[in-house]
């Protein structure tokens, strides 16, 4: 891999919580889709944002949250989805990752996987 292309990457951690409009309503712990099927996009960003505020407060970590919570199956890995270039991810995603500096924890982030918080790692 040239430098060029290596410095055009970011690294991120995410937590993904799916919801009824999620496009695959099914996930690691929730093979059938029963919980994803009856959670609404509001109550999924209500349980984000609660996750989010105890990162954010030092009483939860990242990796461990998204280990326990996360619907992605990153979930194995606390989150980590690897390095990633443009036009590899879904277009909000993207962004919000982009925008992030090293270290710094995203807002609530929509994607037709259902809704996100983005903790950029590189």
């Not at 690294?11 to 009856?38: C, M, T, Y």
């Not at 909000?92 to 807002?107: C, Q, R, W």
Request: proline share 2%.
């Amino acid at each position: 891999m040239s430098s060029s292309s290596a410095a055009d990457k970011v690294r991120a951690s995410h937590i993904l919580i799916k919801h009824q409009g999620s496009r695959r309503k099914a996930s690691w712990k929730d093979p059938e889709g029963q919980v994803i099927s009856n959670t609404t996009r509001d109550d999924a960003v209500s349980q984000l944002k609660a996750l989010r505020e105890d990162i954010i407060s030092g009483k939860a970590k990242f990796g461990d949250v998204a280990s326990r919570y996360s619907d992605c199956s990153s979930a194995k890995r606390g989150g980590d989805l690897g390095s990633f270039g443009r036009g590899q991810m879904q277009k909000p995603f993207e962004d919000a990752t982009y925008s992030l500096k090293v270290g710094e924890i995203s807002e609530i982030v929509d994607t037709d996987s259902g809704v996100h918080i983005i903790m950029r790692t590189g």
